[in-house]
């Protein structure tokens, strides 16, 4: 997988890491040490890369094994010395930084001037992360399926390993079908089965399809799981409307099927337990004011707090005592009606451990902060982001994607985070060449796309983007009240798409202090121009650079590991230029994005992120 993982271990595996030898010109395996042949591949191409020379990327329609990402331990050796230096981790357009580590960065007396400036001094602890996934769909698994056994290896450890990838450790699963399933369907279709008689036990249709995914899952993360549960439609019996697809006005739910549909959830969690795969939480409903072409169930605030405190929670908190419950799983435009329909009775609310939201109706990050004000308390959860097929900008491509997606990604889980979320989950782990398979034609671009026919995988900008957060934000790190200091150019646009960010949003950053107590800040440039910055903690400064259309993860020790140095450091006395950053941007020839004009950039002009 290009600049993913080295992603390596069975026969099969070693053999693909020979890429190009093993396709074009087999040869008698018990001669040849498969191990020494790759070697020297990888030492040709680093040679060749050292060189400034063109690599071939393809032999035999194969795209060769690029460099890895950098391990854990790798990065932990960097950071000898983290209270006179930080660790920057960057991935930058128009080069070939991807999760890259770059020079040690070091600490100088902060006296100096920066017009952009991030500053942990005194910083607090908020709320803390529960971590970063994304949605195990029928149609990810799907996929998943039709891969060759050597990258559905590649795809799993590039996601759930914690050093061969970028350690997801949350995860989000739909009850009964959804728009990411090639057909509609549900565990009891036998009408009026109020005893639930006919329920399948077995979920034997997931244990086709999403079940051998998630497992493959658990056995590479290297904590358990967190996995959400969304259900899109009860059984078509159960509705209105009788159709699993659409729904009819508020509630789409018939009122003598609210206790049964309830208990239809408890026991779907329940089979799914018994099968070694437990759930962390659940929301009432997915995208309840969308009466969708696909399975969907309409209901008001005041119907899903109803259904709740009357039907769904008693039944959970006697059966499942254990599993969170969440109001909502909608639009952040509507989040704090929704949050006051669900927690101002203290009965209902007491059944309500959060609020989930999606970031399809754009920022309103104002919206998150307010319930984080008013519910103090009660957990938030982003639990869905995608960008639709149809927002491909003019010249993307399968291979690469947009570097926008990234960016937009990025944008949306510091704002999600500063403002209170505790992670964030992407939609679709992995789709097809097409976007789908998806039974509505609601194709979307993913993390990681696949060509089926071609065994190929390819790694979109979305997935560097949130491997800044989710490799080197672990679970148990807490969100920092930093202060930051930018300048903007404009107010951003009025009704903006979702996932937009621009010159318009300035520096944008959130810092995290880890269970390691090493601070973690990530810093977002989505603008055209380079910017330098002070990252400032403790009477002690970073300054530092962040190239255009690019992302740095910085890792330092937290004040109290700086204040030996910083007491140590002669007193402030008046502010001075800054000194020189460390050396950061990559080669003269490689610096296009200095040049370039303020249109989209595409990730095309970056190199292929891709496996086989």
Known sequence: MAHAARLLGSEEDELAAEGAVALCAPRPRERISWRLIAGIALGVVALLCVAG?????????????????????????????????????????????????????????????????????????????????????????????????????????????????????????????????INSYSFDDVPEDFDLRYFDDAV????????????????VAPRKLKLLASPWSPPAWMKKGRRMDGSEPPPGLRDECRDVWARYLSRWLGAYERLGVPLWAITMQNEPENRAAWEACAFTPEQGATFVREHLGPILR????????????????????????????????????????????????????????????????????????????PGTTLAHGSWSFGEGYAHDIIGDLNAG??????????????????????????????????????????YWYIGHFSKYVPPGSALLNATVRTRRRLPPPVGRPYGTCGDEDGLESASFLRPDMLVATVVLNCGSERLSYKLKSHGLALAMEIPPHAIQTVLHASDAGLGASANASEPVVAEQPP??????SPPAETRAEDKRSEDEPHAEDAPPQSAQ
């Open 53 to 181: 020379m063109a690599v071939p990327r393809r032999c035999c329609g194969a795209p060769l094994l690029a460099s890895p990402l950098p391990s854990v331990s790798e990065v932990k050796a960097a950071m000898v010395g983290l209270s006179v230096c930080a660790t920057v981790v960057q991935t930058a357009f128009a080069t070939h930084d991807r999760l890259s580590v770059k020079p040690c960065a070091p600490f100088v007396p902060a006296n100096f001037h920066s017009e952009h400036t991030i500053d942990v001094t005194g910083a607090t602890a908020q709320h803390r992360i529960e971590g970063f996934g994304g949605a195990f769909t029928e149609s990810s698994a799907l996929v998943f399926q039709s891969l060759p056994r050597h990258l559905r290896r590649r795809f799993i450890e590039a996601y759930f390993s914690e050093d061969e990838g970028i350690g997801y450790t949350l995860g989000r699963v739909h009850i009964n079908s959804c728009d990411f399933s």
């Open 204 to 219: 034997a249709h997931d244990q086709r399809t999403m079940i051998p995914l998630i497992r493959a899952a658990q056995a």
């Open 318 to 393: 006697k059966h499942h005592p254990q599993l969170k419950i969440f109001a909502f799983d909608h639009n952040k435009d509507h989040v704090v009606e929704w949050a006051n329909a669900s927690f101002s009775d203290a009965a209902t609310s007491a059944f309500f451990d959060g609020i989930a939201f999606h970031w399809y109706s754009g920022d309103t990050f104002e919206h998150v902060a307010t319930i984080r004000e008013l519910w103090a308390g009660k957990l938030l959860l982003p639990s869905e982001a995608t960008y639709e097929k149809y927002r491909w900008p």
């Open 421 to 462: 979320g505790l992670g964030w989950i992407d939609w679709n782990l992995l789709l097809d060449e097409r976007g789908g398979p998806n039974h509505l034609g609601n194709d979307c671009d993913a993390a990681i796309m696949a060509n089926v026919s071609a065994a190929e995988l390819y790694l979109h900008p979305q």
């Open 579 to 584: 000194p020189s950053p460390p050396p950061s």
